[in-house]
């Protein structure tokens, strides 16, 4: 049984950073990809980073694209989202997830069986 386990949130004013981590309880990851997903209050969760963990190839969502960078750094088990120039609209629940493949990662959480509890992210004035 995979577990995750996200910290790092908190509340930033627009224009701020905050990372991110999603601890993995694994000392293997070379078979997963990791992604990183959000969800605002009223809506449906989106994918937003995610990384293979063997090749280190990512993609993002084109909204974060250019502010957040997903990282990893497999001696600590855990992947990063760094993220840049937050706006109001980033606003939401950010969960970490693992999907079993060596295969380029998707942002479509039907792929990911294992997730984390989620961690808050307020962007306010």
């Known amino acids: 049984q995979l577990q995750l386990a996200e910290s790092g949130g908190g509340s930033v004013q627009p224009g701020g950073s905050l990372r991110l981590s999603c601890e993995i309880s694994r000392s293997t990851l070379d078979d997963y990809a990791i992604g990183w997903f959000r969800q605002a209050s009223g809506k449906e969760r989106e994918g937003i980073a995610c990384?293979?963990?063997?090749?280190?190839?990512?993609a993002y969502r084109n909204s974060v694209k250019g502010r957040f960078t997903i990282s990893r750094d497999s001696a600590k088990n855990t992947v990063y989202l760094t993220m840049n120039s937050l706006n109001p609209e980033d606003t939401a629940v950010y969960y970490c997830a693992a999907d079993r493949t060596e295969d380029p990662c998707i942002m479509q959480r039907v792929f990911y069986d294992w997730w984390g509890q989620g961690t808050q992210v307020t962007v306010s004035s």
């Open positions: 990384i293979n963990i063997k090749d280190g190839s990512t």
